[in-house]
């Protein structure tokens, strides 16, 4: 790094004893004052945080998120050269240094704990077990522009849990978004379920995009959802929520990409690779997101298998074929966006849960504890199990199976956080 010129002004007589000092002692005064400024400034700032600027965001907004204090903006300014603090902008990637407090502490409707499941009737065991997790709810919403139809989560957030709503166009072959002809309607109608649904400020766009059965029309004849198609959808769909009175710093999250799922070829990945895929929505919205939602699956029951590193065979053999999937996409991840929030939003076992108590949820989220104990990883704030309740499309129906609840209880008695 090249040397940088400081101007000091002090007054005549400070300036003669200084020079004398320092010829007295055989030495410049440039030199003594380096040595002696680099004693006094130790190791501050050699520690940074990377912190990508979003929209309504100022310096003095940050500086009061990373250090308490608003006033803090003259800090943030001068370590990234910033001569008008009034003149960044969306997207600029800051350097935040020796933060002395964790930006994103949980608020209303967010949960410090990672323990979840999806369908709020399975909140009230987290309740019980006194970690009061996520509670995953997801919406059919279609693409009607005059549709207002929403839900109130007020119940959920005012207990305690955090709550993440995950807005489709359609189940199966009506597609997770609509046909791309179709997503200025479709972001209308997830900012109108937004505006009017209370408690949730979390919102997760689409579901598996680069699997065929989320396709619009089916996955033989429907449009393929393209990273480009889905980056396009998203930024609509963020665009309309963020412009809704009192949704404007909301967390739009982009939807989970399938793992092992190589079912959508295009030019650049011709090999359908999922990892690639999810890279390139990445690349594509060029940090205009909020949070990332990932899925994991474990391809049995047996627990032991959960931290198993095993690779899949060509072309896919430097990705993981097991439940630690979930590194390869964290690992996915470039620098710039470091910071935001990670959900794993579906975990279970390719086969349907047995009424059997293998302690296989103790130990999934004893790794993904494990992971957000190291400092240098981005954390992941919520893991949530798929499903609470019955739905005519699967068969992983947790509630009613005695042996399966007990193993999520023994697991809520650990003291799993992502934030402290």
């Not at 296989?360 to 400092?375: F, G, H, I, L, Q």
Request: a neutral charge; charged letters at 20%; glycine letters at 10%.
């Amino acid at each position: 790094m090249p040397d940088r010129r400081i101007a000091l002004t002090v007054d005549e007589q400070l300036a003669r004893r200084l020079r004398a000092k320092a010829a007295l002692a055989g030495e410049t005064l440039a030199n003594r004052l380096s040595r002696e400024m680099t004693r006094w400034l130790g190791s501050w700032g050699l520690q940074f945080s990377v912190h990508v600027v979003k929209a309504g965001e100022s310096l003095a907004s940050i500086a009061r998120d990373y250090y308490g204090d608003a006033q803090k903006h003259t800090v943030l300014a001068a370590y990234n050269d910033i001569e008008n603090p009034n003149l960044i902008g969306v997207g600029q990637v800051l350097r935040i240094p020796e933060v002395t407090s964790q930006p994103g502490a949980p608020t209303k409707g967010e949960s410090p704990y990672i323990f979840g499941i999806h369908d709020r009737a399975g909140a009230q065991l987290m309740a019980e077990g006194g970690r009061r997790g996520w509670v995953l709810s997801s919406h059919v919403l279609g693409a009607n522009r005059d549709d207002w139809g929403s839900e109130s989560f007020q119940d959920l957030a005012d207990a305690g849990f955090g709550v993440i709503a995950r807005l489709n166009h359609g189940d199966g072959h009506n597609g997770t978004l609509p046909h791309s002809t179709l997503y200025g309607n479709f972001a209308v109608r997830c900012a109108n379920f937004v505006e009017r649904s209370a408690g949730c400020h979390i919102w997760v766009i689409g579901n598996e995009p680069n699997v065929a059965g989320e396709r619009a029309g089916g996955p033989e004849n429907g449009e393929r959802i393209t990273p480009e198609r889905y980056a396009r959808a998203f930024a609509a769909c963020r665009n309309a929520i963020h412009s809704r009175a009192g949704h404007q710093r909301d967390q739009v999250v982009i939807g989970a990409v399938g793992p092992w799922n190589a079912q959508t070829v295009y030019r650049q990945n011709p090999t359908g690779d999922w990892i690639v895929y999810f890279q390139h929505v990445l690349d594509l919205l060029a940090g205009q997101l909020d949070g990332i939602a990932l899925h994991t699956y474990a391809r049995s029951a047996n627990p032991a298998e959960i931290t198993s590193d095993a690779r899949m065979s060509a072309p896919w053999d430097n990705r993981r074929s097991g439940f630690r999937s979930y590194v390869d996409f964290m690992e996915a991840i470039p620098t710039r966006l470091r910071q935001l929030p990670v959900y794993i939003t579906e975990t279970n076992q390719n086969v349907p849960w047995q009424d059997v108590n293998r302690g296989w949820v103790r130990e999934a989220y004893a790794e993904v504890d494990r992971w957000n104990s190291n400092p240098a990883n981005q954390k992941i704030r919520a893991m949530i199990l798929y499903r609470w309740g019955r739905h005519p499309q699967d068969d992983w129906q947790m509630a009613g199976k005695s042996q399966v609840l007990a193993d999520w209880k023994a697991a809520l008695q650990n003291d799993y956080r992502w934030y402290r």
